[in-house]
């Protein structure tokens, strides 16, 4: 059975071209010597390379279908005319086997020219989603800061006469203005201190504590 399509009137292959993105369309006559040697050729690769909707080999009868040969300036034949998306992109006129074979052959492969590719994780169905990394950047500085800060803290608290408006008044005191501030009394004088001062003072007392413990 012949892969290539025999073309009825003007309608049915201007459908073609419109419905099929490569479309080889082999005029001939019935009287014509070498449209009969080369014909085994054509349905040759017509059987080959033939892919419903995306290449399609037509044959059309110049004596039937003049009204198609004359739209096209078919003078001679065999003539062979190849079209993408409807328009003409390669004529091949005579007997030429490898013209002929050459020309189709490039025509398939812009049929066949690849869609974009993804390089996204696909995902099998049925199968665990793709793991998110889940690990985060240590905080080496934060860590660094605070034991600073600390320490300036306590140093300066430890080498004051009063450790509690040295805590207070300290640079490293970062409660110094966040928290609610506690009244103590100290020599008569009413004095506000933040929660962090206090906790502190108490912690680590005086050089005059230190005495009265003595």
């Known amino acids: 059975m012949p892969s290539s399509v025999s073309i009825g009137s003007p309608a049915e292959f201007s459908k073609l071209l419109s419905s099929s993105t490569i479309v080889i369309a082999d005029f001939y006559a ?55 998306s409807g328009s003409t992109i390669n004529t091949i006129r005579g007997a030429d086997v490898r013209g002929l074979t050459n020309a189709i052959e490039a025509a398939v492969k812009m049929a066949g020219a690849a869609g974009p590719s993804y390089s996204s994780v696909g995902r099998t169905l049925g199968g665990p989603a793709p793991r998110a990394s889940r690990s985060r950047g240590f905080n080496f500085k934060g860590i660094i800061d605070a034991i600073i800060g600390f320490l300036g803290l ?61």
């Open 154 to 214: 306590y140093f300066i608290s430890l080498f004051s006469f009063d450790a509690y408006v040295a805590a207070e008044n300290s640079p490293f005191n970062i409660h110094k203005s966040g928290q609610g501030h506690v009244a103590t009394s100290r020599g008569g004088k009413v004095e506000k201190r933040s929660g962090a001062a206090t906790a502190i003072g108490k912690k680590l007392g005086t050089i005059a504590d230190l005495a009265d413990k003595d």
């Open 30 to 84: 019935d009287w014509c010597g070498p449209c009969k040697t080369i014909a085994p050729t054509y349905e040759s690769l017509a059987a080959k390379y033939s892919k419903p909707n995306k290449i399609t080999f037509t044959k059309v009868n110049v004596d039937s279908q003049q009204e198609i040969a004359q739209k096209y300036g078919v003078r001679a034949m065999p003539t062979f005319m190849i079209f993408r």
